[in-house]
């Protein structure tokens, strides 16, 4: 499985973005797609997941601000809204196969809030 994702970049405190990641390869259910991230300092951690029958769970920090969803079988989409300047992070999208117990990772896109 690879991952393609795209979206990210600067915006202001208050501000909005929209991440999206397209899964390639063999991608069977069960799978739990997502998004994790990493601030500068910190260790990788979970924003927010959502499996194959749309079952989500979101990081305390961003629930009520960020929405994941998918728009097909291999794309998460992750809308941010009300973006603070913490927010700021490597996004990283995984694609988590529990039948193998494997995940995979994309390459990371940057996300930076500040005025």
């Known amino acids: 499985v690879q991952l393609q994702a795209s979206g990210g970049g600067l915006v202001q405190p208050g501000g909005s973005l929209r991440l999206s990641c397209v899964a390639f390869g063999s991608i069977f259910s069960p799978n739990v797609m997502g998004w994790y991230r990493q601030g500068p300092g910190k260790q990788r951690e979970l924003v927010a997941t959502?499996?194959?029958?749309?079952?989500t769970n979101d990081a305390d920090s961003v629930k009520d601000r960020f929405t994941i969803s998918r728009d097909n079988a291999n794309t998460v989409v992750l809308r941010m809204n009300s973006l603070k300047p913490e927010d700021t992070a490597v996004y990283y999208c995984?694609?988590?196969?529990?039948?193998?117990?494997?995940?995979?990772w994309g390459q990371g896109t940057l996300v930076t809030v500040s005025s």
């Open positions: 995984s694609f988590y196969d529990p039948l193998v117990a494997r995940r995979y």
């Open positions: 959502i499996n194959n029958a749309n079952n």
